[in-house]
T-cell receptor
């Protein structure tokens, strides 16, 4: 692995189902982030983690949860998916909170 | 909330120069980033400005004026592969990165 990986690449999900998007980085970065990108709205921060064991809420956290059990992994869970959560989800990481963020390839999620 | 404005679209000819402006109003300022994003791909880092002035990196330059809440990204000697979205992003006092909606640049032959 080099950089950040995300899985799955894309997913179609029925409304009401639970879904976990996976994100793994091998750069030993302290900080990790989840964004969603919607047409015309740009990237919006969902949740972040400045270091393993801590998490915080971003601009649009409702309906999403995260955990940071170790440095490398930062999964994003949709407990009960709704159509408005249809989006492209990007995971990112940085050495520290003010450092350059590097993005994973994204997960395209469609909730029907 | 944070407010970051940039034009929605720009079109230019191969070999030309294009300047993408970004204005911001944020709660504090700890740096400004420019990212490039090709359709269907992840954003990739282009430049970082935290002090006033011009940062040059090959064909790309980025300028910052903190007093005016203004930045621009200058793309010189445009190539077809420069057709992409360019995202302006600001780190505010809470150390979170806020993005503008992006500027789609189309390079024509």
């Amino acid at each position: 692995i080099a950089g950040i990986t995300q899985a799955p690449t894309s997913q179609i999900l029925a409304a009401g189902r639970r879904m976990t998007l996976r994100c793994t980085q091998d750069m030993r970065h302290n900080a990790m982030y989840w964004y969603r990108q919607d047409l015309g709205l740009g990237l919006r921060l969902i949740h972040y983690s400045n270091t393993a064991g801590t998490t915080g809420k971003g601009e649009v956290p409702d309906g999403y949860s995260v955990s940071r059990a170790n440095t490398d992994d930062f999964p994003l869970t949709l407990a009960s998916a709704v159509p408005s959560q249809t989006s492209v989800y990007f995971c990112a990481s940085s050495g520290g909170a003010e450092d350059t963020q590097y993005f994973g390839p994204g997960t395209r999620l469609t909730v029907l | 909330g944070q407010n970051i404005d940039q034009p929605t679209e720009m079109t230019a000819t191969e070999g030309a120069i294009v300047q993408i402006n970004c204005t911001y109003q944020t709660s504090g300022f700890n740096g400004l980033f420019w990212y490039q994003q090709h359709a269907g791909e992840a954003p990739t880092f282009l430049s970082y400005n935290v002090l006033d002035g011009l940062e040059e990196k090959g064909r790309f330059s980025s300028f910052l004026s903190r007093s005016k809440g203004y930045s621009y990204l200058l793309l010189k000697e445009l190539q077809m592969k420069d057709s992409a979205s360019y995202l302006c992003a600001v780190i505010s006092d809470d150390y979170k990165l806020s993005f503008g909606a992006g500027t789609t640049v189309t390079v024509r032959a």
